[in-house]
């Protein structure tokens, strides 16, 4: 049964462009959410889907978008990067209330 | 919004010790987890504990919700152990984790 996948790994990227990123959610869940983590803070909820829509959002500006597709992937989408964005983007599957994540996607912004 | 609380935010030990770590919340929970970080940033989970009590192996966990915190027991310790140990939870209506600030754990041989 294979946990929940992210890609990349590791993406570098300069301030103004743009980045994708995914997360294949563990087999049989629906609802994937998306966080942020700062070096030495604790992750920080970005949005979460459900069916495919945007079910719920935590405090962060429309630069951040997201999909989630039929087969409950999702993709995380940031515009006009910051020096600021340079953090490890996690994601997390569920089906019920408990939450599992992914090895993450560190991005950094030069 | 609710608030979390982990303490002590650091911790060294040596190999063998054992250790209790804390976390306290403002509000009731309808989802508590304990994890831990690995050093590659990976967030494994430990315990799914909304309230009570339950064990695996050399970790322990309790959550007493009437008093609004939850306790990780390590006995035993090892050096694989060390890395941030966070507490997340949600309550009412939202589904959001909401992490506290973790505890980093260093266990020397």
């Known amino acids: 049964d294979a946990g929940v996948t992210q890609s990349p790994t590791h993406l570098i990227k300069t301030r103004g462009q743009q980045v994708t990123l995914r997360c294949s959610p563990k087999s049989g869940h629906d609802t994937v959410s998306w966080y942020q983590q700062a070096l030495g803070q604790g992750p920080q909820f970005i949005f979460q889907?459900?069916?495919?829509?945007?079910?719920q959002r935590g405090n962060f500006p429309d630069r951040f978008s997201g999909h989630q597709f039929p087969n409950y992937s999702s993709e995380l989408n940031v515009n006009a990067l910051l020096l600021g964005d340079s953090a490890l983007y996690l994601c997390?599957?569920?089906?019920?209330?408990?939450?599992?994540f992914g090895p993450g996607t560190r991005l950094t912004v030069l | 919004g609710i608030q979390v609380e982990q303490s002590p935010p650091d911790l060294i030990l040596q190999e063998g010790a054992n250790s209790t770590l804390r976390c306290n919340f403002s509000d009731s929970v309808n989802n508590l987890q304990w994890f831990h970080q690995n050093p590659w940033g990976q967030l494994i989970n430990l315990f799914y504990i909304p309230s009570g009590t339950k064990q695996n192996g050399r970790l322990s966990a309790t959550t007493v919700a009437t008093e609004r915190y939850s306790l990780l027991y390590i006995s035993s310790s090892q050096t694989t152990d060390s890395g941030v140990y966070f507490c997340a939870l949600f309550s009412g209506g939202y589904n959001k984790l909401i992490f506290g600030a973790g505890t980093r754990l260093a266990v020397h041989p």
């Open positions: 889907y459900y069916e495919e829509e945007e079910r």
């Open positions: 997390a599957s569920s089906i019920t209330n408990e939450q599992f």
